[in-house]
Nanobody, 128 residues
Framework: QVQLVEAVQAGGSLRLSCSAS????????MGWFRRVSEEEKREGVA????????HYTESVKGRFTISRDNANNTLYLQMNSLKPEDTAIYYC?????????????????????????WGQGTQVTVAS
């Protein structure tokens, strides 16, 4: 059973991490999604393909960085210069054969992939 477990490292910025198990991590697209509330749809924030190519939603470009450590099956999201509008629940996501949500972020490799495995979600709140 695929498991994605998220963790947070706080400081001036935030770094989210996601450890994957029982999953072909190194050969798969991975991503981060977010949603403001349970009633809102999930928004693709950033994705990274197996070769390390990345794509971001416009509002986080230059502030967030997605990266992956294939040796340790771990995905990261470094979040700098956080803004109140970044407040949301953040989810780690892994591609799943045609099942799940599309990121909408483009990219030749990850653009067509559906993300159907999810972490437990991490609440990020940025005060105004």
């Amino acid at each position: 059973q695929v498991q994605l477990v998220e963790a947070v490292q706080a400081g001036g910025s935030l770094r989210l991490s996601c450890s994957a198990s029982d999953y072909s991590f190194s050969s798969s697209c991975m991503g981060w999604f977010r949603r403001v509330s349970e009633e809102e749809k999930r928004e693709g924030v950033a994705v990274v393909d197996p070769d390390g190519n990345t794509h971001y939603t416009e509002s986080v470009k230059g502030r967030f960085t997605i990266s992956r450590d294939n040796a340790n099956n771990t995905l990261y999201l470094q979040m700098n210069s956080l803004k109140p509008e970044d407040t949301a629940i953040y989810y780690c996501a892994a591609e799943r054969n045609g099942i799940g949500y599309y990121s909408g972020l483009g990219g030749e490799v990850c653009g067509p992939k559906a993300f159907g495995y999810w972490g437990q979600g991490t609440q990020v709140t940025v005060a105004s």
